[in-house]
């Protein structure tokens, strides 16, 4: 998921990881807002300032990603 994210902003990979990880706390709590302000911060610490596009882009790929990982993890009803 953050390998996609990262493509698309134009992040370095690795760095990227470690922005997101060291932003836990922050991220949790809401320091920066909504999924596209938390990515512009993850990439910005990533030494990169993405485009509009390029964030909408990325929230959309979270949010797609996000719902196919948690709609595989639950059981199917029969």
Same mark, same amino acid.
């Given at each position: 998921?953050?390998?996609?994210? !990262?493509?698309? #902003?134009?992040?370095?990979?690795? !760095?990227? =990881? *470690? *922005?997101?990880? !060291? +932003? *836990?706390?922050?991220?949790? +709590?809401? &320091?920066?807002? @909504? #999924?596209?302000? +938390? &990515?512009?911060?993850? =990439?910005? /610490?990533?030494?990169?300032?993405?485009? @509009? @596009?390029? &964030?909408?882009? !990325?929230?959309?790929?979270?949010? /797609? #990603? *996000?719902? +196919?990982?948690?709609?595989?993890?639950?059981?199917?009803? /029969?």
């Amino acid at each position: 998921m953050n390998r996609e994210m !990262a493509q698309i #902003l134009d992040v370095e990979p690795d !760095a990227f =990881a *470690a *922005a997101f990880e !060291a +932003t *836990a706390y922050e991220r949790f +709590t809401g &320091l920066y807002g @909504d #999924l596209p302000s +938390t &990515l512009r911060e993850i =990439a910005r /610490r990533s030494g990169r300032q993405p485009s @509009d @596009d390029q &964030l909408e882009q !990325a929230t959309a790929a979270r949010r /797609r #990603l *996000a719902h +196919t990982s948690s709609s595989e993890a639950l059981p199917r009803r /029969r």
